[in-house]
């Protein structure tokens, strides 16, 4: 992420910024939790995330009016983290909110593509971008390119919420987790009861992942970030 903010073309962007207030998201459901309370407004009780239920009850009467939202991620699962955000997403994009999506395309699951395109069929706001890497340089007569060129990754994971009303929406969190149930439970989730999620164990293996990452609170950061990301 680093070398993606530093190659702007105007010096002033690499800059350092100003910022509100910094929170480091040590725990795994501190990430989560810093995600849904920049959409929803409030924090979510740590028991929404331990009945692992992605249908559970939301709250949106103090959601904020965003201008615009970016997720960018390696993965997107369609599993409980990716579900519950899938979900908060669409109302902002249904309530005017601008939202982008970047993920990349070769991870995706079938279940994954069948919730992020079901979002943006609901709603003319909600932007896709499936990133696939394209060789212009005939890969076809270099096998180890052809590989190389299929299976290149977007490692860019930046969650950032843009508001004019409210100076303190401006959110960038940034860090190692994907948008992925490996980033947030420690033990295998069961979701036999939803066919619809990704079935871990099964249909994909389970490996808990222990990263980190941080909130930014800053108008001037969450613009630059946002104003890359769509460059980008």
């Known amino acids: 992420t680093s070398q993606f903010f530093f190659k702007a073309r105007e010096p002033q962007l690499a800059c350092a910024q100003e910022a509100r207030e910094i929170e480091t998201l040590e725990t795994p459901e501190s990430g989560f939790l810093a995600k849904t309370e920049a959409l929803l407004g409030y924090r979510l009780p740590d028991s929404f995330i331990t009945n692992q239920n992605p249908y559970a009850d939301l709250d949106f009467s103090h ?9 960018s991620t390696l993965v997107y699962r369609s599993d409980f983290y990716g579900t519950v955000l899938g979900r908060i997403l669409k109302w902002h994009a249904e309530h005017g909110t601008l939202v982008h999506v970047i993920t990349t395309q070769y991870m995706m699951f079938e279940k994954d593509k069948a919730l992020l395109h079901g979002l943006e069929q609901a709603s003319g706001n909600f932007r896709l971008q499936e990133f ?50 490996g980033f947030l439970f420690r033990q295998r989730p069961d979701y036999s009861k939803y066919p619809q999620l990704i079935q871990y164990g099964t249909e994909d293996d389970f490996v808990h992942w222990n990263d980190f990452e941080m909130k930014v609170t800053s108008e001037s950061l969450a613009r630059t970030a946002h104003a890359h990301l769509m460059r980008f």
Do not use: E, Q, W
């Open 132 to 181: 696939r890497y394209l060789d212009v340089g005939n890969p076809l007569g270099k096998p180890f390119r052809l590989i190389d060129t299929k299976f290149r990754d977007m490692h860019i994971k930046l969650f950032v919420t843009l508001s004019r009303d409210d100076p303190s929406r401006n959110v960038v969190i940034f860090g190692g987790r994907n948008i992925h149930d």
């Open 63 to 71: 959601a904020p009016k965003l201008d615009s939202v970016f997720v």
